[in-house]
């Protein structure tokens, strides 16, 4: 039966243990080996699955090897050589500007700031929080991907549909301690059993505090929809 805590917090952290326990592996699984290289798999990686970018990036980074070799690249054999990926046009205009930018305006290093993060083609706060984390060490907040998003509405910690608003919401929510792997947690749990479509309630280690259970729920809060 699917009963949420009575407190918000205590639900959060509820879920958390139980994910901990679960997943206790749980990472980033893009292949990256510099900041450049994380930056560029993050802005791939925008609705397109983490396995696809890393098949795509393999031979992407023997290429294109610094910022200089980005700004420089004609923008459609870019394009060519991120063929695959969603929005591939689009997104080779986002790595070619953002190799300029980094060349232009930051003596070819990604920047650690948000601001300056946010800046770059192509980048919103969900890339720049794991740019931050991952490649500098700093958690200024929680990624919030598809995962994230869908699962934690689920679960009733968060109320707001828009990831920004949803940040805000679990930030209060979290302790700063949790707020990277929180992420990972979540993508993990989504990835195996959560899935956007039809979630496997019966072997969810969250069953019973969720109040989007099958087992004994009509709608789906992620989508607010009833259940197929």
């Not at 490649?135 to 934690?152: F, N, S």
């Not at 899935?195 to 009509?218: F, G, H, I, M, Q």
């Amino acid at each position: 039966m699917g009963t949420p805590l009575d407190d918000r917090e205590e639900q959060a952290a509820a879920v958390l243990d139980r994910l901990y326990e679960e997943y206790p592996d749980s990472t980033i699984s893009l292949n990256f080996a510099d900041r450049l290289e994380l930056l560029v798999a993050v802005v791939l990686s925008a609705q397109c699955t983490d396995e696809r970018v890393n098949e795509v990036t393999e031979d992407l980074f023997e290429k294109y090897q610094s910022p200089e070799d980005y700004a420089a690249a004609d923008e459609e054999e870019l394009a060519e050589d991120i063929y695959g990926i969603t929005f591939h046009n689009n997104k080779a205009g986002y790595l070619k500007s953002i190799g300029e930018t980094l060349v232009e305006e930051h003596d070819g290093e990604v920047p650690d700031t948000m601001s300056a993060l946010t800046d770059l083609s192509g980048v919103g706060r969900k890339t720049a929080n794991v740019v931050l984390q991952h490649g500098h060490d700093v958690v200024e907040g929680i990624v919030v991907d598809t995962h994230v998003q869908r699962i934690a509405r689920r679960l009733g910690i968060a109320d707001e549909e828009r990831p920004e608003k949803i940040e805000q919401e679990l930030m209060e929510l979290v302790p700063e301690s949790d707020w990277q792997q929180f992420t990972h947690l979540f993508i993990s749990h989504g990835r195996a059993v959560c899935t956007a479509r039809n979630p496997d309630c019966e072997e969810c280690v969250l069953e019973d505090v969720c109040p989007s259970s099958k087992l004994d729920s009509d709608v789906d809060l992620a989508s607010g929809e009833a259940w197929g």
